[in-house]
């Protein structure tokens, strides 16, 4: 795409994000490599702004740090989802559409004392995208390109943490991706002397990716910490095959396709895809609330370097990777929650609203993704509250809690310059989260 002069107009087809139950985003940037790569973080941890490399918690599970595992103290279940409206706009045009859904589903559950593992389903990458542009063809005039995928990447995790002293864990985690991406391409010919021309391909993909974490929290007080994490998650090869079809039909205005003839076909092609390295660190600022497992309040930082330009589709064995980004990819995050009630327990707070976790953060990634001499970001902002629901239970010692995430996200990416387009995001997350008793059958006695 880049280097092509032409002026780009796009339509978002609403069937693009109900063909996959996984696909929770249309953007004309998802043709590009795998698609559109997913956060991975957990509502309670988008709400403050992604940050997850330092992120630790006895009652919410982070599902990108393995070593985050060590501090859980309770079976916990997450499950969540998004809706969100869009906005795109270029130089000439702008429209609206929406869509939303499955998120992701976590489980993790103690061992013993400081080990625990984890099992988990949630999207990778998404490819969600119907657009087109017009050029002129010497000795066939004026012709309409028109490009359409969707489709993606689902990951189901298995991780272990384990903290063998206090203020120190480590985990791993793999990851095992599958899913597949549908594209096909258009070619439509003003002049009804020629037959247009279309190309479909369909690849399926599956393989492992490991990750690697370690935290470490240093005591600055008696009720205050510093939180340090980092992961690291290795490159990571994806078997594919590959079934393309090229075939030409009539241009006779019909909505129905009549087909002519088959140019060529081939039939799962083996190949490979290559999943990029990405590293993150992260330090947090805790206060934390005696008696209580919520944090009083936190101040967060995390750095993100993902190595996009190694990253590649499907290639056949035997041919080479085509990379599609120029650069690595480089995100910040900055976030930072609070609980009214544990933060100020001198004030006169009664139950409710000031028990909630309140929570905000900021990020801005350089995608590495450069079109057009445009170098693309993507601005993301977020903001909601997490709410504590539930009691201990008649039986001593054991705790039945569950909690509430709700927030609005609103992000932006790309360019409406340079023939480019700019996305515009309002999302609503939700999550839920169960806690221990929710998993075992009470027994009177």
């Known amino acids: 795409m880049k280097g092509i002069k032409v002026l780009i107009s796009f339509l978002i087809a609403a069937s693009a994000a109900s063909a996959s139950a996984q696909v929770l985003d249309v953007s004309p940037y998802s043709w590009f490599g795998l698609g559109t790569q997913t956060s991975g973080v957990s509502p309670a941890q988008a709400l403050h702004g992604g940050g997850s490399a330092a992120y630790r918690s006895p009652l919410y599970f982070n599902p990108v740090q393995p070593a985050a595992l060590g501090r859980l103290k309770y079976t916990t279940f997450d499950l969540s989802g998004s809706y969100q409206g869009l906005v795109y706009q270029n130089s000439d045009t702008s429209l609206t559409t929406s869509t939303g859904g499955f998120q992701q589903v976590n489980l993790a559950f103690p061992l013993a004392k400081g080990l625990a593992a ?104 008696k009720w205050l910490d510093l939180e340090l994490g980092t992961t690291q998650a290795l490159r990571a090869n994806l078997t594919g095959a590959q079934t393309a079809l090229q075939y030409s039909l009539l241009n006779n205005g019909s909505a ?102 309140y929570a905000a953060g900021i990020s801005q990634a350089r995608t590495g993704l450069v079109l ?54 309002l999302r609503a997350v939700f999550g839920l989260t169960l806690n221990d008793q929710w998993f075992q059958k009470f027994k009177y006695r």
């Open 118 to 221: 984890s099992a988990g389903l949630q999207p990778y990458s998404t490819v969600g995208y119907q657009l087109s542009s017009v050029v002129t063809l010497p000795d066939f005039g004026v012709a309409k390109y028109t490009y359409t995928g969707n489709g993606g990447l689902t990951q189901a995790n298995l991780g272990l943490g384990w903290s063998p002293v206090k203020y120190f864990s480590v985990g791993v985690r793999g990851a095992y991706h599958f899913g597949s991406v549908k594209k096909t391409t258009l070619l439509d010919f003003g002049d009804p002397r020629f037959l247009n021309i279309g190309s479909r391909e369909e690849t399926l993909y599956r393989g492992w990716q490991a990750t690697a974490g370690a935290q470490a929290a240093l005591p600055l007080g």
């Open 256 to 357: 129905v396709p009549t087909y002519r003839d088959t140019a060529w076909s081939v039939i799962d092609t083996p190949g490979m895809a290559q999943l990029p390295a990405d590293q993150r660190y992260g330090l947090r600022l805790v206060r934390r609330a005696p008696g209580s497992n919520l944090d009083a309040w936190t101040l967060a930082m995390e750095i993100q370097r993902t190595r996009t330009q190694d990253a590649s589709s499907f290639y056949p064995n035997g041919g080479f990777p085509v990379y599609r980004y120029a650069a690595e990819s480089r995100t910040w995050r900055v976030g930072a929650t609070l609980v009214p009630a544990l933060a100020f327990p001198q004030g006169s707070w009664k139950n409710g609203p000031a028990n909630w976790v």
């Open 372 to 425: 057009n001499q445009e170098t693309l970001t993507r601005w993301v902002g977020s903001t909601g509250v997490t709410i504590p629901l539930g009691t201990r239970s008649f039986v001593p010692g054991d705790v039945k809690f569950a909690a509430l995430h709700l927030g609005v996200q609103w992000e932006t990416y790309g360019t409406a310059k340079a023939g480019l387009v700019r996305e515009d995001h």
